[in-house]
């Protein structure tokens, strides 16, 4: 069950994109999971790709197309992830493209594919062009909350969210989707996601608002550690709103709706993760670097031991000591460092803080949504980090997935 998710409530269209999902059989029977994003002519388009090196075919492809391009559309299949299925998984990913680009009328080129799912099955092709017709009969600009359901796999809810804003008098738009509840870790943006936007804006702006957003949030979520085969994330722009001029306050308007866009999607994933009873934020600040501050959050957040204690609601404060102590910051005093559950303080100066008891660090460790706070006592850097905690469920979910 999802930690306090937030309600996908109907998202906003985004004039010049349609979205169509259907039931293409691919992996259970009378599931959506098949779902074609339409763009109109001049819609830009910007992406960022998992840097596994196992990639999945869809991502091989999908690079590839890019360089011709923005997309004229987007096929998505849940199901079956289409990686570690060598040459023979890339000839599917373009078989699938080259059939939405018959049905569309527009080049396999133009055509994005992306997959989520089970590594190292084949793609069953005939089914998902079996299920095109329906995706096509089903475009419309409302189509962003039947998507979001398209894409789920390990989900237990969809995700979804929209901000509106207005510059010089005209309206702006921003939507996303997305998908992902287990193997979360991303090295550029999450399992899946999915972002629109009517804005008018140049690809080069288009390109750094993504990265921005993404290294604010979902490059700073994580569920087990894993950084998936298939991790994308998507932003069209239909260019049929309002102008962003780069250096202007339009540009600071779009990027930060974008950004909350992008942070409540992240979060909603963190908030999903597979068996997670409790959602866990780790701030680190007072370090000599913002790069120090991650990696101490980031080896708080992948601990099991810290993990498995948050889920026994066991304030164990010693795992998170030793969690900091080995983390690989350049710089470390461990004289200096503190450590906040919520706003009590466990330690202070690298030792038990005198006033701190057991009876206050359990009342927040039972809470469903939790703070570490950490200061390292050494500078001004800051950087923040969303977890979950590490449940029975989890090995269930995981154990059970393929069968």
């Known amino acids: ?97 080259a059939a939405l680009a018959t049905a569309l009328g ?45 894409i789920m796999t390990t989900d237990t809810v969809p995700k979804g969210t929209s901000r509106r804003a207005t510059i010089d008098g005209v309206p702006l738009t921003i939507t996303g989707i997305a998908k992902g509840a287990g193997m979360i870790r991303p090295d550029m943006a999450t399992m899946l996601a999915f972002i629109a936007t009517d804005a008018r804006v140049a690809p080069q702006v288009l390109e750094q608002a993504l990265h921005r957003a993404v290294d604010a949030s979902f490059n700073r979520i994580t569920v087990d550690g894993d950084t998936s085969t298939n991790d994308a994330c998507v932003l069209l722009a239909s260019g049929t709103g309002a102008s962003i001029e780069a250096g202007k306050e339009s540009e600071r308007i779009f990027a930060q709706a974008l950004t909350e866009v992008c942070s409540v999607l992240a979060q909603a994933i963190v908030r999903d993760g597979e068996g997670a009873t409790k959602f866990i934020t780790v701030e680190v600040d007072g370090g000599a670097s913002e790069a120090d501050c991650l990696e101490v959050a980031y080896t708080i957040a992948h601990s099991p031991l810290i993990k498995t204690a948050f889920f026994a609601s066991d304030p164990n404060w010693g795992r998170i000591l030793a969690a900091i102590g080995r983390a690989p910051a350049a710089q ?34 039972r809470q469903a949504e939790i703070a570490i706070r950490v200061n390292l006592g050494l500078g001004a850097a800051s950087a923040r980090v969303w977890t979950t905690d590490l449940s029975h469920d989890y090995v269930r979910i995981n154990a059970e997935y393929r069968s």
Not at 17 to 29: D, E, F, S, V
């Open 106 to 150: 527009c080049d396999a080129q133009q055509v994005w594919p992306f997959s989520t799912g089970v590594i190292g099955e084949r793609l069953p092709v005939e089914r998902i062009i079996a299920g095109i017709p329906a995706c096509k009969s089903a475009l419309s600009e409302n189509g962003w909350n039947d998507a979001a359901y398209g």
């Open 332 to 365: 470390l005093d461990v004289g200096r460092v503190s450590i906040h559950l919520d706003d009590v303080c466990v330690v202070r100066a690298g030792g038990l803080a005198p006033d701190y008891t057991e009876a206050r660090g359990a009342a927040v460790m």
């Open 1 to 97: 069950m999802a930690v306090n998710p937030p309600a996908l409530s109907a998202l906003e269209p985004v004039v010049g994109i349609r979205l169509g999902t259907g039931k293409a059989n691919i992996r259970k029977p009378d599931r959506r999971d098949l779902v074609v994003i339409e763009c109109a002519p001049g819609t830009h388009s910007a992406a960022v790709f998992t840097r596994n090196r196992f990639c999945a075919a869809p991502v091989i492809v999908a690079r590839e197309h890019r360089t011709q391009g923005a997309p004229r559309a987007l096929i998505i299949n849940t199901g079956n992830a289409n990686a570690g299925t060598g040459d023979a998984g890339i000839a599917d990913a373009r078989a699938c493209c």
